[in-house]
């Protein structure tokens, strides 16, 4: 990211842990980024599932260059329902509030919100549950010879297809005839790692069967 900086860049946007690989960004590159002056946003969409939940976001009443994004979406499960927050500097916050709309979250937002939040252990619980499951997740994709996984502070694992034989078509395929839906990507660098959001232990299971009907040669 350094060596693509340039004379005009104003704006330098993280995202921690990272979608769809699952790894955090290192405090210390955040530091050296935030050296260079530009604004630093760090996108912490899955940091509730990470090992450091407290996130990046907690250094932004240190530097006046730096903003944490965080969503509802994920760790309490309201995707689409477009609820977030933002921390930064009050005079970032200035030039957002002249930016944004007068109703930026709508009614439904605000009750699943307020739900969300008056039922925070359960919530917690769940997302607890989700970081145990990875785990486990992580176990079934790495013991098969035709998949490296890459470990995640999400709730998704990505992992690469190791096997010229096991295609990532024959894995969709065979996964979709089980029932189960992988996450592809078209990019060429990621046009061979399946990502899976990790789901209940029965969801596993499942995945465990399904993968288990993969013929291969057995390279890894
Ligand atoms: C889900 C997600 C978001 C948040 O999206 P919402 O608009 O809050 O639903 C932001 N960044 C990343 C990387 C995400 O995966």
């Not at 899955?46 to 407290?54: G, I, K, L, R, T």
């Not at 078509?169 to 990502?195: D, M, T, W």
Request: hydrophobic share 40%; proline share 6%; net charge neutral.
């Amino acid at each position: 990211m350094l060596a693509a900086l340039r004379p005009s860049t104003k704006l330098i946007v993280l995202c921690s842990p990272n979608n769809p690989t699952g790894n955090p960004v290192h405090e210390k590159d955040v530091l050296t980024l935030l050296d260079t002056g530009r604004i630093v946003v760090v996108d912490e969409a899955y940091v509730e599932f990470s090992n450091h939940p407290q996130g990046l976001a907690r250094l932004v009443p240190m530097y006046q260059n730096l903003v944490g994004l965080r969503t509802l979406s994920k760790w309490a499960g309201l995707a689409g329902l477009r609820v977030g927050y933002g921390l930064c500097p009050e005079w970032i916050a200035q030039h957002i509030r002249r930016a944004q709309n007068p109703f930026e979250v709508n009614m439904a937002g605000h009750i699943a919100a307020i739900l969300a939040l008056n039922n925070l252990d359960d919530v917690q619980n769940n997302v607890r549950g989700i970081i145990n499951e990875r785990e486990h997740l992580f176990k079934l994709l790495a013991q098969q010879p035709y998949l490296a996984p890459i470990p995640s502070e999400g709730n998704f694992i990505l992992a690469h297809l190791l096997d010229q034989t096991v295609t990532i078509e024959k894995v969709r395929a065979i996964v979709e005839s089980h029932g189960i839906l992988l996450r592809y990507f078209q990019s060429s660098s990621l046009q061979n790692s399946p990502r899976v959001t990790v789901g209940l232990p029965q969801h596993t299971e499942k995945l465990a069967e399904a993968l288990a009907s993969i013929e291969t040669r057995g390279v890894k």
